[in-house]
């Protein structure tokens, strides 16, 4: 987002990326969002990677709503935790003023923070990501709120090893078969000649939607 803006990703002061400590301030980040296209949208997306770790942010730009969807944990795990999702809620307030609502910070609600949503997660400690990843895929963020009342768990099954290995190939074979890889035509050749896959000639076309099970084709 900075380099797109002619900025450096890394704080002059001391020469490291940006941290937790240069968020207090969060409207000398705000200039490098685009206001207008955020608003042009009911939901926003927002996978975050934080020391080594995956969680995912949805803001409801319409209702003005903020959730967490964390694999691992239902509530803030650790104060650095709560510092980013105090940083994302003044993200919040800004878009309620851009849209035209009163800022929650004149309703008293200064100490607004995202709500957890209770949902079944990762049984490792590796998979954060591919959980992140699906969820961007299968969860309808309009049934978040529900599920956030009186400890509703949000209604997804439970995945286990045999199925996030399965995601896994998946996201591997959809990321392969990109129509934006630059190596897909190479990757579909290589794998013609193996005999593993559906021939080029449908895999050319911008109707397939590729799965694991493909992988297993003869």
């Known amino acids: 987002m900075f380099e797109k803006h002619g900025q450096s990703w890394m704080d002059t002061q001391n020469n490291r990326p940006h941290g937790i400590a240069s968020l207090v301030n969060h409207e000398e980040y705000m200039v490098y969002l685009d206001k207008k296209k955020l608003l042009t949208h009911r939901f926003i997306f927002a996978p975050i990677l934080f020391s080594e770790y995956w969680w995912l942010y949805v803001l409801d730009v319409e209702k003005r709503d903020f959730f967490v969807l964390d694999s691992k944990n239902i509530v803030s795990p650790n104060d650095e935790r709560s510092s980013l999702n105090r940083f994302a809620s003044n993200i919040l307030d800004q878009l309620r003023i851009w849209a035209g609502a009163p800022s929650i910070f004149d309703q008293g609600l200064c100490s607004l923070l995202p709500r957890y949503v209770n949902i ?19 969860i309808d963020p309009t049934g978040l709120a529900a599920s956030c009342e009186a400890n509703k768990g949000y209604n997804i ?62």
């Open 120 to 138: 079944p997660g990762q049984p490792n400690e590796t998979d954060c990501g591919v959980f992140i990843m699906k969820w961007m895929e299968l």
């Open 157 to 218: 099954d439970k995945w286990g090893e045999p199925k996030l290995d399965e995601f896994r190939k998946e996201i591997v074979a959809k990321i392969m078969l990109s129509k934006d890889n630059e190596k897909r035509m190479k990757t579909i050749r290589i794998l013609n000649e193996m005999g593993n896959i559906r021939p080029a000639a449908v895999l050319q076309s911008p109707y397939v939607q590729v799965s694991s099970a493909d992988l297993y084709i003869k």
